[in-house]
């Protein structure tokens, strides 16, 4: 067996030692990150603090940008890196593809945190830097997928969500480099609809039924395998349509989703799954997805009988926030427990993240409604905040220790 390089910093060791530990460990800095940032911008707004120094982007664009591409997927390709070789029957992944993946998608993510304080070379040098470690990460994961005997309908459709996502982000480097500005509006609608839904709903398919049978009795697996088919469809019309400027009929695509997520909510039987809790949050999270599209199919239809768009942006934050945020928090701390020797539980500290986070949810979709909207986004971020810090505390320090069973990993 090849001996460590006595050279390496022994934290340089542990980090290298498994994809999830270096990349789950840059998402759980960039949740604190993206919102810390946010929520001062939003302040600046509300609250007329001048010296603030404003995005060379339109704050939202650049905020929809850093959290879609950014944040969220150094989870994805924290758990993909792991998990696409088990999956498809490999060898694991070297550490030098998976670090280089993390170090550069981290390191232009936070380039870009910089380049929004007025510094349009040092954003547009991140944004590089992040579609550099998207294609290093992209071209790995395709590596695993061709020399797979057997290729999974879930790791082809978690690669062309990414590929995807990889295809929106050089549309919005484009957009920094002088392009109009529908490039970055393709950029934030394919981060949306084209990277996270697909990714996210992948792996649920796969592993939802999946955990839930290996911890309950009398669990009836269902994964069927006309979902994905019949998933890209539908969300290829919502972009269509919606970079189309019709969303009067965005209900066409919107409503047969919501009854294709609703369908499986059901089908996995949430109501066999209460225990353990580590496992209900999964479910809990998914609830969120159906509910996510049902509002937008009704924001549609008011808009398609002649009324304004009464709800805003709640269907999106009860997408992003919900079910994005909620199924991060439930799946990345299975994983997080799974892989470092520790009981398969939720915990205090993640079960306290995972309930203040719904709270987040309501009042982000209340910020539509109110009066004050600016004071009540700036409430949702610091809610946020507050909801994460002890969740990204814990996890990092995880991270950042050897598994406490000895095991390697």
Known sequence: MRQPDSSVPPLAVLLAAAPHRPLFLAGALAVLTSMAWWALEL??????????????????????????YGMLPMFMFGFLLTTFPRWLNRPPIRPSRYLAVAGAVFAGYLLSHVGLL??????????LLMLAG????????????RAAEQRSQHAWSCLAGLCLGAIGL????????GAPAPWARLAIKLGTFGLLVPVYFSVAHRMVAFFSGNAVRDYVVRRPPWSLPLL????????????????????LADAPLAALFGWHALAWQPWKAVRPGLLAVLHLAFAWLPIAFVLYAVQSLYLFAGHGPVLGLAPLHVLTIGYFGSMLVAMVTRVTQGHSGRPLQMGAVP??????????VLLRAWAELARDSYLWLVVAACGW??????????SARIYLTPRLDGRPG
């Open 43 to 68: 302040a600046s707004l509300r609250f007329g603090w001048h010296g603030w120094p404003q995005p060379p982007v339109p704050p939202g664009w650049a905020h929809a940008m850093l959290t879609q």
């Open 385 to 394: 905040l507050v909801a994460f810090l002890p969740w990204v505390l814990r």
């Open 118 to 127: 007025g510094l349009p070379w040092v954003l547009r040098l991140g944004f």
């Open 351 to 360: 079960w306290a993240c995972f309930a203040l986070l719904q709270g987040v």
């Open 170 to 177: 050089a549309a919005f480097v484009a957009f920094l480099f």
């Open 134 to 145: 998207y294609l290093v990460g992209i071209a790995t994961l395709a590596g695993v997928l």
């Open 232 to 251: 890209w469809p539908l969300l290829l019309a919502h972009l269509a349509l919606d970079l189309a400027h019709v969303p009067a009929w965005l209900w």
